[in-house]
Structures are given as C-alpha cells and as structure tokens.
C-alpha cells in the first residue's frame, strides 16, 4: 500500500487567498484525521471524519477552515481565506477503526503540506 | 482532559549509546493507547512503537523499548543503540476513542 498520501508537499500563497489541501487515505481505513502543526503550539487535532462523516471538528480554529469528506478515498481541508498565522504543516491520518479501544486503530500518517501563507 | 508532557524539550546522545525519554500524561480513563512517533526532517510522523493499558508487559520494537508505569501515568521511550537516522522530533500520544493528544516533542540528535 501507498500509505497516506496528501496533495500538495508544499504550498505557498498570499493572504486572503483559498487554500485547499488533498489527502487520499489507506484503502480500506474508514478514519481520517486532519491535523496542524506548528512550533508554537505543536501538534493539534483538527477534525476527524468516521465513515466518511465528521465526527468532532472541536479543534478548527475558526470559520475560514473547512473539511469534507466525500467518499472513502478522499478528503480535502480549506482555508478560505487564508491568513498568514495559518503557516504550519498541515498532516492527514487515516486508521482502520476508531471507537474501540480494543480495535487495532493505529494511526498512520501521510507525509504532510507545508503551508506558507504570504 | 487528557493532557500529555513532555518535559525534554531538546536532548543529545552519542551514537551507539542509549537515551530515554520522558512522558507523562493525565487521564482518568483506565484503557487507552499510548504511542511513539518519530518525525524525521522529512516531516512524515512514523510510529515508532505503542502500549495497550491493560498490557503490563512493555512493548518493544527493537533496539525502541517503553517503561510504561501505568500507576504513575509515565511512558518514557528508550533507544537503545543509538544511529545517526534516530536524530528527529520524537512525540508522546496519547489516544482514547479514537482522539488523539500529543505532547509538545522532543528534539533528539544522535551526534557522531
């Protein structure tokens, strides 16, 4: 298997404009997971989709993000519009399940985007 | 809430020693998942090796071992034999029901 694969490595752009990034998950994963990182505040769950419907976006910092899920090998996250303190590196997870502990739902994560919003 | 520390912000070692890393964490659950993640200049996270709660045993991957003291709620990483390729970002999670924390990292660098 490919692993996680997110689309684009890196991206930069100018404030105010739409960013959307790419993830397709391992196949047969029915959980993704959206995160950022940054040095101030390191690694920060964003939202995270079970089964293609998201279920706890808890952890988007505002409006101006938004993820979708709209079937099981794809998802995208967008910033729009896009402001310079959103820079980090934004990372995709996927696992095969979610709710049981007993489950063997270890995440696996994709390479990640580095976002430079000018 | 489920908060993970990692105390070490930054730590060193000589190649072919061994070094630990610490982590703590703080939940009132009693079974979760407890993991270690490399994250090399490359960026890509890489799991280096998980703990089950309700294991007594601790994992081990290797030259990766865990001290996982469940009363104490301390999950420290050892690296036994030290590389040149372990210098990277190591982070501490911690994960229940599928939610992740993850402790602010440590910066290990293998010196030659």
């Known amino acids: 298997d490919a692993g996680v694969i997110q689309s684009p490595r890196h991206e930069v752009t100018e404030m105010g404009q739409e960013v959307t990034l790419r993830c397709k998950p391992i196949?047969?994963?029915?959980?993704l997971f959206w995160y950022r990182q940054t040095m101030m505040r390191g690694l920060e769950l964003l939202i995270y989709f079970n089964n293609n419907v998201p279920i706890d976006d808890s952890g988007m910092p505002e409006d101006r993000f938004s993820a979708k899920m709209p079937n099981a090998s794809f998802s995208t996250l967008k910033i729009q519009p896009s402001e310079p303190r959103d820079s980090a590196v934004y990372f995709c997870?996927?696992?095969?399940?979610?709710?049981?502990?007993?489950?063997?739902?270890?995440?696996?994560f994709g390479a990640g985007t580095r976002l430079s919003v000018l | 809430a489920q908060t993970v520390t990692q105390s070490q912000p930054e730590m060193s070692v000589q190649e072919a020693e061994t070094v630990t890393l610490s982590c703590t964490y703080d939940t009132s659950e009693n079974n979760y998942y407890l993991f270690w993640y490399k994250q090399p200049p490359s960026r890509q996270m890489i799991l280096v090796i998980r703990?089950?709660?309700?294991?007594?045993q601790n994992a081990t991957e290797n030259r990766f071992s865990v001290n996982f003291q469940k009363a104490a709620k301390s999950f420290s990483l050892k690296i036994s034999d030290s590389q040149l390729g372990d210098t990277a970002m190591y982070f501490c999670a911690f994960m229940k029901h599928g939610r992740v924390r993850f402790g602010a990292g440590t910066r290990l660098t293998v010196k030659p």
């Open positions: 997870a996927s696992s095969l399940g979610f709710v049981s502990v007993l489950a063997k739902n270890i995440q696996y």
């Open positions: 196949s047969g994963h029915n959980s």
């Open positions: 703990q089950e709660a309700y294991k007594q």
